[in-house]
């Protein structure tokens, strides 16, 4: 074949150098319009571009060489240019596909203002990498149900519930019940609320007359044992326990009813104290206080612990009942029982006798000692809890002296309440004393009715708030909180709450919380 027939239809150099070119225009373009469109998208687009100028240059050099070798390799010419167009249309098809996925992954906010999206959940929203801790409540409810539950009080509750307990009414101890009203029982709220109303306002069947009167009187039990767990030091104050007690003081002491006839009980103080006490209400030196106490073998170190809340009685003029046994009585029924103690100072510390030894057979209190009192028991040596005979002695007088101090305490706290209407006493006890409603504050409207066969005394009368409980502290053996004894089957019908009222001077840890029912 003749050479002149191969190159009749090869494109000429003007050609092939025009089409390159007009590429190189179109490729210019594609650059400008993405430089224009998004800045973020510069280094991807001089890749791209890179590539096809470097494909380009390359397919020129050949064929300007092929142009060289034409008349000396014709058919090798021909495959050249196919191998330019095929480079040509790669990095075109490189530069689009770059382009096109530079536009949609990465688009442009140069020239658009970044603003929230306020439909946004609060979950989706940023915090700037700030661990934002969850808000809980301080003051928890704890409802009488099978098992109890927890019902959280918001802040701008608590004042509230803290008046109405200062103002006499108590805490109910039947179960929680939010009670809305809906299209079923509408009809039934408007006609015998109605009749409810009517007899409350005139007295009638239904009227709550129980919560004032000469007969009755309130008592609210305050346990702590001023051991800053957790949740009191986090509060950033030394003796977490006392200032909290302060604070709910402060709000329960606000109503006119406690003008005059409140006071604050100290379970730490021997009876034998009383006139100490007396005369620092009544305008006495810090120091002749701390002294006279001293002098009586109250621990000094317990005594400071308990200042906040002794001067706050003094402030506001608000009688201090010494309440426990006298310490040497004490040591007498540790190690022989009640019936070593002089039965002259028995009857002092115990009223009512034949309800005292009654209580020692009722279920509900045998649930409480096996549950809560002999928990605390401890050997006095190692040698005495070897022999199982002398355990079980010892075992025996701890619990006479356990129930000595709990009665001694409800006797004298409701002999000052019984001659006052709408008395109101505050007593401040060890957590072990009050929790599980079995020690001092479950005596209180047994003897109260004693001592006042009309009193209107009875269970809902008297609130227990137990102040930075741990989970020891309520006998767990987890790092939940303990709400309740006799979980087995045959004690269900004696199953007591720890108490009415959980109060922490800062939130608690979530792990410490069961059961929390919704926030009120």
Not at 54 to 62: E, H, K, Y
Not at 75 to 80: A, F, G, K, L, V
Not at 260 to 265: D, E, L, P, Y
Not at 274 to 279: F, G, K, P, R
């Amino acid at each position: 074949v003749p050479a002149a027939a191969l190159h009749s239809n090869k494109p000429t150099m003007p050609s092939v150098l025009s089409s390159i070119s007009s590429l190189l225009l179109v490729v210019a373009s594609c650059r400008q319009s993405v430089e224009a469109f998004s800045a973020s998208s510069n280094r991807r687009q001089v890749v791209s571009h890179q590539v096809c100028n470097s494909a380009l240059f390359a397919s020129r050099d050949d064929g300007n060489n092929s142009d060289e070798d034409d008349n000396s390799r014709p058919i090798q010419n021909n495959n050249s240019q196919i191998n330019r167009r095929e480079a040509l249309r790669s990095a075109l098809t490189g530069a689009a596909l770059a382009t096109s996925s530079t536009l949609i992954t990465q688009p442009s906010t140069a020239n658009a203002l970044s603003l929230p999206n306020p439909f946004a959940p609060a979950y989706t929203q940023s915090n700037n990498g700030r661990y934002i801790p969850g808000k809980r409540c301080t003051a928890y409810l704890v409802d009488t149900t099978i098992p109890p539950s927890l019902i959280p009080y918001r802040a701008s509750r608590e004042a509230a519930i803290l008046k109405n307990l200062g103002m006499g009414y108590g805490t109910s101890k039947a179960p929680f019940i939010e009670d809305d009203i809906t299209l079923n029982n509408m009809m039934n709220k408007a006609v015998f609320g109605s009749i409810s109303a009517v007899n409350n306002a005139v007295g009638g069947e239904g009227a709550d007359l129980a919560r004032n009167g000469e007969n009755y009187q309130s008592f609210i039990f305050l346990g702590a044992n001023f051991d800053d767990t957790f949740t009191a030091a986090a509060a950033g104050e030394e003796g977490g326990d006392a200032q909290l007690a302060v604070g709910l003081l402060e709000d329960i002491c606000k109503p006119k009813e406690r003008i005059g006839n409140t006071a604050i009980g100290l379970s730490f103080c021997p009876q034998g104290c009383q006139e100490l006490l007396d005369q620092y209400v009544n305008g006495g030196s810090e120091s002749a206080l701390l002294e006279g106490l001293k002098g009586k073998g109250v621990d000094e170190q317990l005594t400071m612990a308990h200042l906040p809340i002794l001067r706050f009685a003094q402030k506001k003029r608000f009688p201090l009942l010494a309440l426990a046994p006298e310490s040497q009585d004490l040591d007498t029924v540790r190690k022989g029982g009640l019936q070593s103690l002089d039965p002259e100072k028995r009857e002092a510390y115990v009223a009512d006798a034949q309800g005292f030894i009654a209580l020692t057979q009722d279920p509900r209190f045998k649930l409480y000692t096996e549950k809560s009192l002999f928990k605390d028991f401890r050997p006095s040596s190692a040698a005495v809890a070897s022999d199982e005979a002398a355990a079980k002695a010892e075992q025996g007088n701890y619990f006479a002296e356990k129930i000595l101090v709990h009665e001694a305490c409800a006797t004298c706290i409701s002999k000052w309440a019984a001659s006052r209407p709408d008395a109101l006493v505050v007593t401040i006890a060890p957590i072990p004393d009050v929790r599980f409603l079995g020690g001092i504050n479950g005596r209180v409207p047994r003897i109260s009715q004693f001592l006042n066969k009309d009193s209107l005394v009875d269970d809902e009368a008297v609130t227990t708030i137990l102040l930075n409980p741990n989970a020891k502290e309520t006998l767990s053996e987890s790092k939940w909180l303990r709400l309740e004894i006799g979980t087995s089957p045959r004690n269900w019908a004696y199953q007591t709450k720890v108490a009415d009222y959980l109060w922490f001077s800062s939130m608690p840890k979530v792990n410490m919380i069961p059961r929390m029912m919704n926030e009120q």
